[in-house]
């Protein structure tokens, strides 16, 4: 079965530093986003991207993120200014098309110190 | 995109069948219901998407009434494994310039021996 895969798993960083966040889509997919999940709570959109720029982003997706395919196969999240309230699970996924079945990477665990 | 309104948790036993209930009043036209599946720590994963009617896969069953204001995930003969948190999200597919899916709370299953 096709996958996307995130790195890293999981990151530790300070507040204050920046950190990017690396997914690859499946490769024949156009839509790629990517959620957050605060531990506990619900996922929450942040960002879906195609043709090459952001589609729709979210009111958390404020200017210390920003989002990149530097290449043909990666995508990336960007958060310039990490706050504490930045510490969650971050899922990139990818689709065919917009909102038909997303394939969800594995996540990674950000934590802001 | 519609509200949707699914039972904040189930309890059920090994074997049995498991119907969560989704409930979607102002779901437009060209709206799609589609569930996904969470584990502990992990990406959603896709279980089924419908517009009408009844949609079987592998996995499950998807019922969506005639007004398409609610709609039943059927799990057949639940295991242990299928404890996790179902979502209930409800969009447009396809095309350009329309909004990404958003999760709910979900409904968390606990599947007891």
């Known amino acids: 079965e096709p996958e996307v895969t995130q790195t890293p798993s999981h990151q530790v960083t300070q507040m204050g530093q920046e950190v990017i966040l690396r997914c690859v889509p499946i490769?024949?997919?156009?839509?790629f986003y990517w959620y957050r999940q605060i531990l506990g709570q619900k996922v929450e959109f942040l960002v879906s991207?195609?043709?090459?720029?952001?589609?729709?982003k979210s009111e958390i997706f404020d200017d210390q993120f920003s989002v990149e395919r530097p290449d043909g196969s990666n995508f990336t999240l960007k958060i310039r200014s990490t706050k504490l309230e930045d510490s969650a699970m971050y899922f990139c996924?990818?689709?065919?098309?917009?909102?038909?079945?997303?394939?969800f990477g594995q996540g990674t665990r950000l934590t802001v110190v | 995109l519609a509200k949707t309104t699914q039972p904040i948790s189930m309890d059920s036993y090994e074997g049995q069948e498991v119907n969560i209930t989704c409930s979607h009043n102002?779901?437009?036209?060209?709206?799609?219901i589609t569930w996904y599946q969470q584990f502990p720590s992990q990406g959603p994963r896709f279980i089924i998407q419908?517009?009408?009617t009844k949609v079987t896969n592998e996995v499950a069953s998807l019922f969506i009434p005639a007004d398409r204001k609610s709609s039943t995930l059927s799990l057949p003969r639940v295991s242990l494994s299928d404890t996790a948190v179902y979502y209930c999200?409800?969009?447009?597919?396809?095309?350009?310039?329309?909004?990404?899916?958003?999760f709910g709370s979900g409904t968390r299953l606990q599947v007891q021996p």
């Open positions: 419908g517009y009408k």
């Open positions: 999200l409800v969009g447009t597919k396809g095309g350009t310039g329309r909004r990404a899916l958003t």
């Open positions: 490769s024949n997919h156009l839509y």
């Open positions: 996924a990818s689709s065919d098309q917009l909102n038909t079945e997303a394939f």
């Open positions: 991207f195609y043709n090459n720029e952001i589609s729709e």
């Open positions: 102002n779901i437009a036209t060209n709206d799609y």
